[in-house]
């Protein structure tokens, strides 16, 4: 097993940039699974309006792929983060631990080293976030249905926010025996309520 623990300054930078987002119902989509420029030039005018977000370069000559969801944007302060329809996903931050190269004699040790850094990035979100909604491990009877049917099957961690529009999940994944984990880290996303509801 390979390890880097890098500061969390790429994740203090990315969190507040989701924190500046007071209300994301404006940035969810129809969920419909639609592909194509149309839906995804939509999708670009929806998140500039509602947010400070700078698009990749686009204009009416852009060839978007037919078989495109979603496009990226860049924030003020430089996160790069990709988003579609139902969900925001930071791209660019490289901070944090990370255990890679795993063999299933690591297991133990990639748990015990998800245990020890979770704090520090639950503090930091919170710090940002304020208070969780949710907050739930993998070894708690009933993890796995707790907040949402099957929302912590794949995690170890799970923390949830609640802002208007959407679901926030800072979570760690699950080190698993089979298939073996790869790779596990202290990840989150930004999950998007329907538009309109």
Known sequence: MKTLDRPLDDDDRAMADFADVRDWRRLGGPQAGQT????VRRLIRRVKSGTSWKPWPINRRTVIDEQLDGWGFLTKRNTELAVYDDQVLPHSPFSGWVAFAIEPWDLEEV????????????????????QPAYVGLQTKTGFDDDWAPGAGRDRRHLAVWTPPGAEIHLYSNRPRRKPLSTSVGINYVVYLNEEGS
């Open 36 to 39: 194509g420029p149309v839906p």
């Open 111 to 130: 748990a015990a080293g998800l245990d020890d850094h979770w704090p520090a990035k639950f503090e930091l979100a919170c710090r940002h976030w304020g």
